[in-house]
């Protein structure tokens, strides 16, 4: 008999009854946006495997809480954003002495456009790619790299941005200028050739 | 945050209208302009690249998770309502204790009469005739005197009553 797959709506009501094994399907389902979410804030897999972990466990606490207005990935989502923005704060507290709001040597103006001419032929590993996107992300400051992935991996507004960071619509705005003026420069070697 | 980091940024996320978009454009040099067409070209890398990353070890993380949500399950956290009793109860004891306090106390703490500090000895009789006691009242200071001839000290567990 083909049985049809539950809804996250019909699993999250099953959990809200202590039903563990509802839950455990909806972090099959979830974990590899919130994973990958995390990730790309964090810039590290092992601690974006403990608080991707953390997350559903959080979520399974609050439950109760989950009224069914949003998706229940939306809600999760929150939840995952909300929590590695803490963590970067928590690192942003520590005393690093290491980026700033706008980071040095970056002028504004500057032209990031890459000064060596693009070879014909040259193509680009996928794994590349990858590697030199996750490096160039590394090498922003937490709070810069937050407001980043929100906005251009998971497509939120400033608005929403500022909401989840904490901070002004204007300082969003200025952040994403230099983490993307940063990002540029870090991948200036090939990013035309993407 | 300069006029330009404002403009730049909501052009490169596609918020201007036709008209301030053309209108920036028309303010940048070709290699900015092409710094904007390889952006979004990088934007799509990243996103790409989001899509691309998987959980590792997906059996372990949701193993981790599964342990320990069942063991919150096997020892439930105490309910709102439990703790909104024990809040109640301990008010109760406060306001009891406070109850009480003001009851007993202010006898504890009452102002105690001259007779309460004042020592009479009735009888300075020593047992041992080797040994004489002499009393002596010293009203001023609140207090008596014994003085003891025929020992050179009082042993500990000796009662002196």
């Excluded at chain 1, 974006?48 to 207005?69: H, K, P, T």
């Excluded at chain 2, 006691?133 to 567990?157: C, K, L, N, S």
């Amino acid at each position: 008999m083909d049985e049809e797959e539950p809804t996250d709506e019909e699993l999250v009501r099953r959990s809200k009854l202590g039903n563990t094994h509802a839950f455990d399907e909806l972090v099959t389902r979830h974990r590899r946006r919130i994973f990958a979410l995390v990730y790309q804030m964090l810039g590290s897999a092992d601690e974006a495997m403990d608080v991707a972990q953390e997350v559903f466990i959080r979520a399974w606490q609050s439950l109760e809480g989950f009224d069914g207005r949003h998706a229940f990935s939306t809600w999760l989502h929150r939840i995952a954003t909300n929590r590695a923005i803490d963590i970067c704060r928590m690192r942003a507290r520590r005393p690093q002495g290491e980026w700033s709001e706008t980071p040095d040597g970056i002028d504004a103006a500057s032209r990031t456009t890459p000064s060596t001419p693009e070879r014909p032929g040259d193509s680009i590993d996928r794994a590349e790619v990858q590697r030199r996107i996750d490096a160039a992300l590394a090498t922003l400051s937490p709070d810069h790299r937050a407001v980043l992935v929100l906005r251009e991996i998971e497509d939120l507004s400033y608005e929403e941005i500022a909401e989840r960071v904490g901070c002004s619509h204007g300082t969003v705005m200025s952040r994403l200028f230099h983490a993307r003026r940063k990002m540029q420069l870090e991948l200036r070697d090939f990013y035309e050739r993407l | 945050m300069s006029d330009f980091e404002h403009d730049h940024t909501r052009w490169l996320d596609g918020q201007m209208s036709e008209t301030e978009r053309r209108k920036f454009e028309a303010s940048l040099d070709a290699a900015a302009l092409e710094e904007g067409v390889a952006w979004r070209a990088l934007r799509e890398a990243m996103v790409r690249r989001a899509g691309e990353i998987e959980t590792p070890s997906p059996d372990f993380f949701n193993a981790g998770i599964l342990r320990e949500i069942e063991r919150e399950v096997r020892s439930p956290r105490a309910e709102p309502k439990r703790w909104f009793s024990l809040a109640w109860a301990g008010a109760g004891c406060l306001a009891a204790a406070a109850l009480l306090s003001a009851v007993c106390l202010p006898g504890a703490f009452r102002p105690r009469s001259e007779a309460d500090f004042v020592s009479q000895v009735v009888s300075a009789r020593a047992a041992n005739p080797a040994i004489s006691a002499y009393a002596f009242q010293a009203p001023d200071h609140r207090g008596a005197v014994i003085w003891m001839e025929g020992t050179d000290y009082i042993p500990g567990d000796e009662r002196v009553r």
